[in-house]
């Protein structure tokens, strides 16, 4: 069906190489991160997917992101609702000092499993947390010991698909969820990790049941050269804590 209404301009198509065969952006429009009570609400564009579309084995889609340290996977520090102590405090959480925020950082490259459009991504992440005690470096999960989303499409989940004139498929909405992920243990959090414990306590790690994810989307499949916004226009251009590494994950 033609496609009257699409943007012009695909959120995250500016990662794709213009002479790609095939490009996916996903954007996460809304969610809740929930592990044993603790939850983390996400906004609509918190997180997006982009990337290259290239070969994978049998019908499984491997994404060859751009060479950026982000593999594919650009999200904003999500606020935590109620920061360190799990309740607001007056004067902006005491002028920012007991607000939190999370932000989901890919160590690994997302893959599409079964055929693209069905929208099942298996996600290897970890968590870093932010707030003016914690340092750079406090994480839930790690390079070596992931946070390992498996989303999959859910029961109530009947996306309509529609093709623009350009060739462009926008996919909508895609209701994805996953439950029951392990969650480590915090590090790195203050100096040499003495905040590790308060980390743990607040997040409620480390788990291995009673956690899930829940997410509804919006997913263009599209040629290389289409307009499109860059991700990282939105993350201030930085590079991750990931360096450069990008898709060799090096």
Known sequence: MPLGGMAASIPGAAVCPATAESCVSVVVNSGTFNNNGFNLPI????????????????????????????????????????????????FNNLFGLAGVTAEVQAVGVPVFNDLITNM???????????????????????????????????????????????????????????????????????????????????????????TSLNTVSTAYLFPGGIDGSDPLDDLGGGTGSLGSSGSSGS
Do not use: Q
């Open 120 to 210: 099942d991504i298996s996600l290897p992440v970890r968590m870093k947390i932010n707030n003016a005690f914690l340092g750079n470096n406090c994480y839930l999960g790690s390079e070596t010991a992931p946070v390992n989303f498996h989303l999959t499409p859910t029961a109530e989940s009947s996306p309509a698909f529609e093709v623009a004139p350009s060739g462009a498929l926008k996919v909508s909405p895609v209701k994805s969820a996953t439950t029951d992920f392990a969650i480590p243990s915090a590090s790195g959090c203050g100096p040499f990790g003495v905040l590790n414990p308060i980390v743990n306590w607040r997040a409620k790690a480390p788990a291995t049941s009673g």
């Open 43 to 90: 906004g609509d564009g918190d997180m997006i997917i982009a990337a290259e579309a290239g070969a994978g084995e049998g019908v499984s889609t491997v994404l060859l992101p751009r060479d950026d340290g982000h593999f594919g996977v650009y999200a904003k520090p999500m606020t935590v609702p109620g920061g360190v102590l799990g309740i607001d405090l007056p």
